[in-house]
């Protein structure tokens, strides 16, 4: 009988243990269902569609490479998992594990009509296995990141099965074209094209491409004005290279690379709080912010002001240079995801939620996980994060990490100012007449949110 394998966000074909598993069975039949139903509120946002409509094609590209095709449905999984292994006679699924809350739930539903059989592999380790020497599973990241060096498995030696068997009949498939993942109009990712690969071959390239750069990535990741991290977020996303190749491809590269390995080990520690707590994205894990008094987001001045921020037009030059390259590329740098974040909460005292739900549908990496913690984080409402009275100095955190020629690429109206003006051209008395006003004060912002964390210590 042939056996299904079910796609998720693994879409890639080497070191991914639920195809060897399928493969090694007899006949496949990949499947991928398009399932908004059962994310319901936390469907994929715009930007991951984009990303998914072309990581699909990819996909199925490599697939009919060895013979085999990738079967497309959409609706509930659960239902549509039960169609496909109607039609081909097939009792067994291999899938590799998800931690999102409605995933755990699906994949239980299915667990109960179908032998779903789920495999590790999109971690680094499997998430809650890390653990303190009591068993325990880690709320903090440092020593998670330490103790996760420890059991760190050493290179695996799975790679691509040279042949996928084909059933002798396939079952029917959707046209990926039918979905209308891509944007229409407006066509908001003409920008996004030039910038990513999506697929396991963009994956790859991305990989060979840092690894000149991995042994210094210390001092120059925090630049956004380079290049200086590896821009592999959306490729591990969605599942299209291992952590663990792209772990042991690097470690070897000297330097600074630690560095680089403790961040791709927030990722599993994100995944990890996730399995501790679920509704983490939506809910304050230090519960006093519940009732922290956030400005009303139903009065319009308030929504004014986050419609300026989403469009990059605070005042704040590094703010909207961010905020204009998450628009326009679907990706933003990590120093500037901290300002731009910290920006939203701390100096317009929005709550941190409306920024996740906007980095949800903007990121082509956007992550339940992850997105979710370093919110929190940046808030300080999270179980590993800064106290809410740290406020970073966006003008400060600009002139620190040199952003004048980033500022210059994605804020073009202050393109012609020099690196003296760039960050602040408010202050040094040149700002032209088509960049706004900052929509407030330094002072007047920090003092601001300083009175209302008080109102809750
Ligand atoms: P590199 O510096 O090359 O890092 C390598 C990999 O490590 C990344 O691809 C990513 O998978 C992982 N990583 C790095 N930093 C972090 C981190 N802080 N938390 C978790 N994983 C990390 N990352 C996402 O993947 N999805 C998100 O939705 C997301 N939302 C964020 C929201 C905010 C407010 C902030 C401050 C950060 C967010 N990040 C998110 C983390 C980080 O900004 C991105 O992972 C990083 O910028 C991706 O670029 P890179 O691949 O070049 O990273």
């Given at each position: 009988d042939p056996v299904i394998l079910w796609f998720r966000r693994?879409?890639?074909?080497s070191d991914q243990h639920a195809l060897v598993a399928a493969a090694g069975e007899g006949p496949v039949v990949p499947v991928y269902v398009l399932d908004d139903e059962t994310a319901k509120h936390r469907k994929m946002g715009g930007a991951s569609r984009w990303w998914l409509h072309h990581s699909l094609k990819s996909l199925d590209k490599s697939l009919r490479e060895k013979g085999s095709r990738l079967?497309?449905?959409?609706?509930?999984s659960e239902d549509e998992l039960a169609k496909v292994a109607k039609d081909v006679g097939a009792g067994r699924v291999h899938c590799v594990r998800h931690y999102e809350p409605w995933w755990r739930n699906a994949e239980r539903a299915i667990a109960k009509s179908?032998?779903?059989v789920c495999h590790d592999g999109n971690y680094l380790t499997p998430p809650g296995s890390v653990t303190t020497g009591s068993g325990d599973p880690y709320k903090i990241y440092t020593p998670f990141w330490r103790a996760l060096k420890e059991v760190m498995p050493p290179a695996d030696p799975l790679n691509r099965p040279r042949e996928i068997a084909a059933p002798s009949k396939w079952p029917t498939s959707d046209d990926l074209d039918d979905w209308d993942l891509l944007p229409t109009k407006p066509n908001w990712a003409t920008g996004f094209e030039p910038v990513w690969t999506p697929g396991e071959d963009g994956a790859r390239n991305r990989i060979d491409n840092f690894l000149n750069r991995a042994s210094d990535y210390e001092g120059r990741r925090d630049l956004p004005s380079e290049e200086g991290t590896s821009r592999l977020s959306p490729h591990l996303h969605f599942g299209e290279v291992s952590p663990s190749f792209v772990w042991h491809r690097t470690a070897d590269a000297g330097g600074s690379v630690w560095t680089f390995l403790g961040e791709l080990a927030w990722r599993d520690y994100a995944q990890n709080v996730i399995l501790q707590f679920p509704e983490y994205p939506s809910k304050n894990a230090r519960e006093r912010f519940d009732d922290f008094e956030w400005r009303d987001f139903r009065s319009s001045a308030v929504r004014g002001e986050y419609r300026a921020w989403t469009k990059?037009?605070?005042g704040y030059p590094i703010v909207d240079a961010g905020m204009r390259q998450l628009w326009a590329t679907g990706w933003m740098h990590n120093r500037v995801r901290m300002i731009a974040a910290s920006f939203l909460i701390k100096h317009l005292l929005i709550d941190w939620r409306e920024g996740e739900q906007w980095f949800w549908d903007t990121l082509v990496d956007a992550d339940y996980a992850s997105n979710g913690c370093n919110w929190q984080w940046v808030a300080g409402t999270g179980i590993d994060s800064n106290m809410f009275g740290r406020i970073m100095a966006p003008l400060k955190q600009s002139e620190k990490f040199d952003a004048a020629a980033y500022i210059r690429e994605w804020v073009p109206e202050l393109g012609h100012l020099p690196d003296g003006a760039i960050h602040d051209?408010?202050?040094?008395?040149?700002?032209?007449?088509?960049?706004?006003?900052?929509?407030i004060g330094h002072r007047e912002a920090r003092e601001?949110?300083?009175?209302a964390n008080d109102k809750i210590r």
């Open positions: 693994d879409l890639r074909l079967i497309l449905r959409r609706g509930k179908l032998d779903l990059g037009r605070t051209p408010e202050a040094a008395g040149c700002r032209p007449h088509d960049y706004p006003a900052k929509l601001r949110a300083l009175a």
